[in-house]
């Protein structure tokens, strides 16, 4: 019996032990009776505890807004005894008057006591004078647009003397299934309401929703404190300004569109074309160049479709070149553009027409169908009619010095060629050193760059937005690859069967009036990027631009 004596004393010293560091909570606010401007602190206590811990603040969401959050862990000795403590600081603002009930909130199995707030209204005079020396204008182009046409929002903050501003403007709004850019920059200055002056700073949108339906734009709030005068006294009050939802609606393609064109909405196209060289005559053989350029206002270039040139082959060889794709954001409005180039060598003597293009697209001022066209171009030529084969001979021995050319150089004698050879010797010395520096720089420049990219694409496929997908693909392939965008789209559809039906089936689901299910290409097009090898990419040296392109090689 005796012997159980230390065991049972051990017993109630650890219960006695445990049961001092059970934490107290408590809670209290930092005033019991506010304005609706005013801010309130509530301070939760934690005694007996020196760890912090995260707290779930959402039933206080409901009548405040949470403004800051701060965790304070302290520890003191009195008389050799220790004390330890957290204390948890959260500053509110209530989004009401009235009585506000602060629930009890939940810290390491213990819940704070419910408290309570009174919130007392402002004046009729002080709520308008805050009203008329801090606000918003949120503006948006329409309320109803169609399906991948532009959607312009401005936001306007205003502010009169006396209001310092706490908080910057939010960025660019995020919407899903919605392309959203930054149209210039932010801009600061002066305006005028109601005969008074405000500073202003305005942020301008271009959104372009890839599905019909609706949409929301959420709204943004700041902070701000504002000066007023109340009872003969100077006091400054805290107010959040902000803007509300916006509702869009996104009509489906119009019924009246031609079925067998590629959806193209925007305020305005226009199709241009040059020809060089500008002369109406030619021999057959003659290379010349034509460019056709779509320009968009309101809309961005990659939804322009391909420009094709259809010629008769028996009159002329055409030789495509990847498109120029570019977007200028800088103003208003968003401008695109797309800038097709085609070589074309005549076959044949005689008169020949360069038919015109056209381009098919919705006017979203007017609602109404539109044409671009170009005018068709006579040629004359002249010469001996020539066969495809007979023109890719031409190009190819153009570029090989003939044995009379070669014999001439041959002739020179070496004492007068050494000086030239050492100075050309010296030259390609330091271009190479320079491109030698040049390329380790870039490399430790874009080191981890396709890491990134490849993030970006799996994102973006993930999300099963066909235009993010696109232009995530292009710039992964492009690092990838180590090649410009186009020659890295050629180079992965030429793969594989299933990448080039998988590239296919993109740009069809982006450009054809009628859209096709597009998830089961994408899950396709995301196990042929898994599968690629770094090896690929490696084993194509990037090489300096061909000083002579040999056009034979891309009509193929």
């Known amino acids: 019996m005796v012997s159980l004596i230390p065991h ?17 909570v408590s809670a209290q606010l930092s005033a019991q009776d506010i304005d609706e401007l005013e801010s309130v602190r509530l301070t939760i206590k934690v005694t007996d505890s020196r760890e912090s811990l995260s707290l779930d603040l959402a039933a206080l969401e409901q009548d405040f807004e ?3 959050t701060n965790t304070v862990s302290q520890s003191r000795f009195v008389n050799g005894r220790g004390q330890s403590w957290v204390d948890y600081q959260i500053t509110l603002q209530p989004k009401r008057t009235g009585t506000l009930v602060i629930p009890g909130i939940t810290v390491g199995g213990e819940t704070t006591p419910t ?76 305006t005028e309401r109601n005969g008074k002056t405000y500073g202003v700073v305005q942020q301008q949108y271009a959104i372009f929703p890839e599905r019909s339906g609706t949409f929301t734009v959420p709204g943004i709030s700041i902070t701000a404190s504002v000066r007023l005068l109340e009872n003969n006294r100077v006091s400054r009050k805290g107010v959040r300004v902000g803007t509300d939802d916006e509702q869009i609606t ?25 020809m060089t060289p500008q002369r109406p005559h030619f021999e057959v053989g003659d290379t010349l160049t034509h460019e056709l350029l779509a320009h968009l206002e309101g809309n ?8 094709t040139m259809t010629l008769d082959d028996d009159l002329f060889r055409v030789y495509p070149q990847a498109p120029t794709i570019q977007d200028d954001t800088s103003g208003a409005t968003v401008k695109g553009s797309r800038l097709q180039t085609h070589s074309i060598v005549p076959l044949k003597p005689g008169g020949v027409t360069i038919p015109a293009n056209e381009l098919v697209w919705w006017d979203t001022r007017t609602q109404a169908v539109r044409v ?14 020539v066969t495809p084969a007979q023109v890719e001979t031409r190009q190819q021995d153009a570029a090989v010095p003939d044995a009379e050319s070669q014999t001439q150089t041959m002739s020179l004698s070496w004492s007068a060629m050494l000086p030239a050879a050492l100075g050309a010797l010296a030259l ?46 292009g710039t992964f392939l492009s690092e990838f690859y180590a090649c410009p965008r186009p020659v890295a789209l ?29 998830d089961a290409h994408l899950a396709e097009l995301g196990k042929l990027i898994t599968n690629l090898r770094p090896q690929q990419s490696q084993s194509h040296t990037p090489r300096l631009p061909e000083l002579y392109p040999d056009y034979s090689r891309a009509g193929r």
């Open 300 to 307: 961005i270039g990659s939804i322009a479709p391909p420009l």
């Open 66 to 68: 949470i403004l800051n």
């Open 250 to 274: 996104v009509l489906p393609v119009p019924a009246e569109y031609p079925r067998d064109k590629p959806w193209l909405p925007a305020e305005n196209v226009r199709l241009f074309d040059v």
């Open 8 to 24: 049972v004393i051990a017993i109630v010293i650890g219960w006695s032990l445990s049961a001092t560091v059970i934490a107290a």
């Open 490 to 518: 050629r180079r992965f559809s030429a793969s594989s069967e299933q990448a080039a039906s998988a590239l296919e089936a993109l740009n069809r689901h982006l450009y054809a009036h009628t859209k096709g299910d597009i």
């Open 115 to 190: 408290l309570e707030l009174s919130v007392r209204p402002l004046s009729a005079q002080a709520r308008q004078t805050i009203d008329e020396r801090v606000f918003f204008e949120n503006e948006v182009s329409a309320s109803t647009i169609y399906v991948q046409s532009q959607l312009i929002v401005s936001r306007r903050l205003l502010y009169s003397q006396g209001v310092q501003l706490y908080t910057d403007l939010p960025g660019a709004p995020e919407i899903a299934d919605a392309v959203v850019l930054t149209l210039g920059e932010t801009s600061s200055g002066t």
């Open 428 to 473: 390609l010395t330091i271009v190479g050193l320079a491109w030698l520096a040049w390329r380790t720089q870039r490399a430790s420049r874009t080191r981890g760059r396709p890491k990134s990219a490849i993030r970006v694409l799996r994102s973006a496929l993930e999300s099963g937005g066909a235009n993010h997908v696109h232009d995530a693909l």
């Open 372 to 385: 671009a066209r170009t005018e068709p171009r006579s040629l004359s030529v002249t010469g001996t009619a």
